[in-house]
């Protein structure tokens, strides 16, 4: 009868390897995203967390038989869910009116579950979980883009000279594009002994797909320096 508590070294890698494939997997989506959290990141937490199961379970096989010891292999494994914590939130950004990296943060928090499926040996729920994951990633996020992009604010923001009207042309360019203004405000600044102002605007664009027209239509007024869009 096999011993529960000791694995062989071609288990061993076996297991390591298909955390390594399956975070890569999900990583590489992240990384087409252009997510800061991407392909390398997510096979290290997957193959690090597979790591914590194994030595989990086989890491204190000499100790199994003793006595007075009680083996929990899901320990360390519930400390693995708790502390990828830190690292999804470093991946969490505020800018604005926008908040980004929340999918990314859930994805680390979901490779980390399936290294440790992988490092348990639970081959079929770690695979399958991946095949989700992907799917989910890749599909809804077309269909986000497509479908719910436009009940999204944005924040615009436009460096432009201290000049009369400037705001009112913005305007007449978003509106032209039926984009809807939620907000506004402008900043005055000094650059180059140039008294410049800083204006944002947080609008709702009906159609994704005008973002560079309409960002390039805005940057072309006179005396507008630069544009940038979240």
């Known amino acids: 009868m096999n011993d529960p508590w000791v694995i062989g070294q071609f288990d061993l890698t076996i297991r390591l390897i298909l955390a390594l494939v399956l975070g890569g997997l999900i990583g590489f989506e992240r990384e087409l995203s252009n997510q800061a959290a991407g392909f390398r990141t997510h096979i290290l937490v997957c193959v690090g967390s597979a790591l914590i199961m194994l030595l989990s379970i086989y890491g204190f096989s000499a100790f199994s038989k003793e006595l007075n010891v009680r083996m929990d292999p899901s320990r360390l494994a519930a400390q693995v869910v708790s502390g990828i914590g830190f690292l999804g939130a470093g991946t969490i950004i505020r800018n604005g009116f926008s908040v980004s990296g929340l999918t990314t943060a859930a994805s680390l928090w979901v490779v980390a579950a399936i290294g440790l499926a992988a490092g348990a040996g ?45 705001l009112g042309k913005i305007s007449d360019i978003l509106e032209k594009n039926k984009v809807q203004i939620r907000k506004f405000g402008v900043d005055e600044e000094e650059r180059d002994e140039r008294q410049t102002v800083m204006i944002y605007l947080n609008v709702i664009i009906p159609d994704y797909h005008l973002v560079p027209l309409l960002l390039d239509d805005i940057r072309h007024l006179d005396g507008v320096v630069g544009v940038t869009m979240e």
Not at 139 to 165: S, T, W
């Open 122 to 166: 639970f081959y079929y729920a770690a695979i399958l979980s991946t095949i989700m994951v992907v799917l989910s990633l890749w599909i809804l996020n077309k269909i986000e883009h497509k479908y719910f992009g436009a009940k999204k604010r944005h924040l615009i923001r436009v460096h432009a000279l201290d000049r009369p009207g400037n």
